[in-house]
T-cell receptor, first 112, second 116 residues
Framework: DGGITQSPKYLFRKEGQNVTLSCEQN?????MYWYRQDPGQGLRLIYY???????QKGDIAEGYSVSREKKESFPLTVTSAQKNPTAFYLC???????????FGQGTRLTVV | AQSVAQPEDQVNVAEGNPLTVKCTYS??????LFWYVQYPNRGLQFLLK??????LVKGSYGFEAEFNKSQTSFHLKKPSALVSDSALYFC??????????????FGAGTRLAVHP
């Protein structure tokens, strides 16, 4: 089945630690996105990528980093510079201009 | 800048009654509009979109949305609500960025509660 797979589903981070969230898609989509979801705030864009080896900062990129070495993979690293990382993280992909995005099932990150 | 607003945090409706979840937008140019649904601790599922054509768009699970250019609205509707429709609903608009990139801008979401 085609789709987007995010792992892990739950992740716990200690203070000062970097963690990486995985996102893999087998939809052959060009564009991939990372969103952060906090209660009552909707979804905010962290990073996006339209092609391999290219990515752009979204609205809240500080404290995050990404890579796009393969078309199907777009991992997100939450660095220790992100002061309030506890949130639900969603990865999405689409074919580009005007097409609907497909979402993964999300990763819930909690700082302990 | 492009934006969407969902004026209601929560909508309550009885099962079997029609439902409406409201969305208004602000865009330059022609809007590309989307509705998504989210169940607890899950990703977003695409319901429907408007790009061009008929103002009434039909989507998944019996949902439809009406595009109204003069009122800059894109309200989600269903003739007869089900308890299983209870979820969080997001309206979104496409934003075109420099270099041909595009992204979705989401509203804050509306929680729909359908009571038996």
């Amino acid at each position: 089945d085609g789709g987007i797979t995010q792992s892990p589903k739950y992740l716990f981070r200690k203070e000062g630690q970097n963690v990486t969230l995985s996102c893999e898609q087998n939809l052959n989509h060009d564009a991939m996105y990372w969103y952060r979801q906090d209660p009552g705030q909707g979804l905010r864009l962290i990073y996006y990528s339209q092609i391999v080896n290219d990515f752009q900062k979204g609205d809240i990129a500080e404290g995050y980093s990404v890579s796009r070495e393969k078309k199907e993979s777009f991992p997100l690293t939450v660095t220790s510079a992100q002061k309030n990382p506890t949130a639900f993280y969603l990865c999405a992909s689409n074919m580009g201009r005007g097409t609907e995005a497909f979402f993964g099932q999300g990763t819930r990150l909690t700082v302990v | 800048a492009q934006s969407v607003a969902q004026p209601e945090d929560q909508v309550n409706v009885a099962e079997g009654n029609p439902l409406t979840v409201k969305c208004t937008y602000s865009v330059s140019g022609n809007p590309y509009l989307f509705w998504y649904v989210q169940y607890p601790n899950r990703g977003l599922q695409f319901l429907l979109k408007y790009i061009t054509g008929d103002n009434l768009v039909k989507g998944s699970y019996g949902f439809e949305a009406e595009f109204n250019k003069s009122q800059t609205s894109f309200h989600l509707k269903k003739p007869s609500a089900l308890v299983s429709d209870s979820a969080l609903y997001f309206c979104a608009v496409r934003d075109i960025l420099a270099g041909g990139y595009n992204k979705l801008i989401f509203g804050a979401g509306t929680r729909l509660a359908v009571h038996p």
